[in-house]
């Protein structure tokens, strides 16, 4: 058994206490926050996922389970470096229709760590609420989760309202979510696409360069 193993079991049980009583035990082993979200929460995800999809478990226990993924990162955020906000604005949410959002508070999470002030407009955001927050901000980047194939074309919709509204050439817009690719990036004309929350740091910082 992995020193993972049991954070990873209680929220595949959806069990809350269990997961925030493991986490403690694993800070106290000295063990990473990220590597804690990595190696236990984001792989029962993964399994939950799987399990939906075989019909073994429903919604209400993915609810659960995504409850307790959440508590657990409120609870380790105290433990990750907090950001100065200098390196640049980032205008971030989930696009309309959709409200998974762990994913894309764990971008949000991590840019702010890597200095980056990040303004998260939650999940199920119009296009027009993303080109109105990045006029608000003076955002340097806007950030697009979605982790529906049916709520991935609400990336495009809203990339064509920031060129409606005279704004595509003042943002970087970056997309990413599970089913999203590098190739879809391509076809929307997305200025980048990347895999996990910790490329996604590395894509704004190429994107805006070390000296913003
Ligand atoms: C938890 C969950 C839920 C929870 C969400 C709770 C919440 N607060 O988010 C609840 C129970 C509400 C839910 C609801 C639904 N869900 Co759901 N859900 C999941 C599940 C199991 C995990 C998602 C997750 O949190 N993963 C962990 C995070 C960390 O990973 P991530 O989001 O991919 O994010 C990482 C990267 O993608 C990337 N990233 C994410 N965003 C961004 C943004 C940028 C800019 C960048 C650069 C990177 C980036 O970085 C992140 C960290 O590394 C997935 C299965 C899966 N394997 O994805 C299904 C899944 C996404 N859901 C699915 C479905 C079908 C639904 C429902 C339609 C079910 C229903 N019939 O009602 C509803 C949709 C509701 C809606 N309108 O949005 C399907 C989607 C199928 C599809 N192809 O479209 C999946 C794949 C399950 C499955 N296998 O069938 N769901």
């Known amino acids: 058994?992995?020193?993972y193993q049991k954070i990873y079991d209680a929220i595949i049980e959806g069990d809350?206490?269990?997961?925030?009583?493991e986490a403690e035990a694993l800070l106290t082993q000295a063990v990473a926050p990220m590597d804690i979200i990595n190696y236990g929460l984001i792989a029962a995800m993964d399994e939950i996922g799987r399990l939906y999809k075989e019909e073994e478990i429903f919604i209400p226990e993915m609810m659960m389970s995504a409850q307790a993924v959440t508590e657990v990162i409120n609870m380790l955020k105290p433990h990750m470096p907090s950001g100065s906000g200098s390196r640049g604005s980032v205008v971030i949410g989930t696009v309309e229709g959709d409200i998974h959002d762990i994913g894309k508070n764990l971008v949000a999470l991590l840019l702010y760590s890597n200095g980056y002030a990040v303004h998260d407009?939650?999940?199920n955001v119009a296009p027009e609420d993303f080109v109105a927050a990045a006029g608000q901000y003076d955002a340097d980047v806007v950030a697009l989760s979605a982790l529906l194939t049916t709520t991935m074309e609400n990336m495009e919709h809203t990339i064509e309202a920031f060129s409606s509204a005279g704004l595509r050439d003042r943002v970087k817009i970056i997309i990413g979510g599970a089913p999203v690719t590098q190739e879809y990036a391509d076809e929307i004309h997305a200025d980048g696409y990347s895999e996990n929350a910790q490329e996604a740091v590395e894509l704004?910082?190429?994107?805006?360069?070390?000296?913003?």
């Open 1 to 3: 058994m992995n020193e």
């Open 16 to 21: 809350e206490e269990a997961a925030l009583q």
């Open 121 to 123: 407009l939650g999940n």
């Open 204 to 212: 704004v910082t190429a994107l805006l360069g070390e000296d913003k």
